[in-house]
């Protein structure tokens, strides 16, 4: 099972990103596939999560901005971005799990992709 997070980078407050989640040794019917993010000196927070049997989730902070969908031909999960603040810079990660839950459990991780917002 491998998690590759790519499309993180520097943006003006305001603007968009796009985050990609390309995962193999699975298909996105066998996991539920999360969003989480982690800014310095703060604990990793989830921010998205879609599951085939659970259907799309958002923390509060981001609905209305942030968008995940999923792509299972290409065996991929993508966030979408709009709207970002200063406060939304952090590492973000993707996790894989039997159900959309908590960090804690959540079974295997990407490596993170960073995102900078400027004010």
């Known amino acids: 099972v491998q998690l590759v997070e790519s499309g993180g980078g520097l943006v003006q407050a305001g603007g968009s990103l796009r985050l990609s989640c390309a995962a193999s040794?699975?298909?996105?019917?066998?996991?539920?596939i999360g969003w989480f993010r982690q800014a310095p000196g703060k604990e990793r927070e989830g921010v998205s999560c879609?599951?085939?049997?659970?259907?799309?989730y958002s923390a509060d902070s981001v609905k209305g901005r942030f968008t995940i969908t999923s792509d299972n031909a290409k065996n991929t999960v993508y966030l979408q971005m709009n709207g970002l603040k200063p406060e939304d810079t952090a590492v973000y990660y993707c996790?894989?799990?039997?159900?959309?839950?908590?960090?804690?459990?959540?079974?295997?991780w990407g490596k993170g992709t960073l995102v900078t917002v400027s004010s």
């Open positions: 996790a894989a799990g039997d159900y959309c839950s908590h960090a804690n459990g959540m079974n295997y």
């Open positions: 040794g699975f298909t996105l019917d066998d996991y539920a």
């Open positions: 879609v599951s085939s049997r659970d259907g799309k």
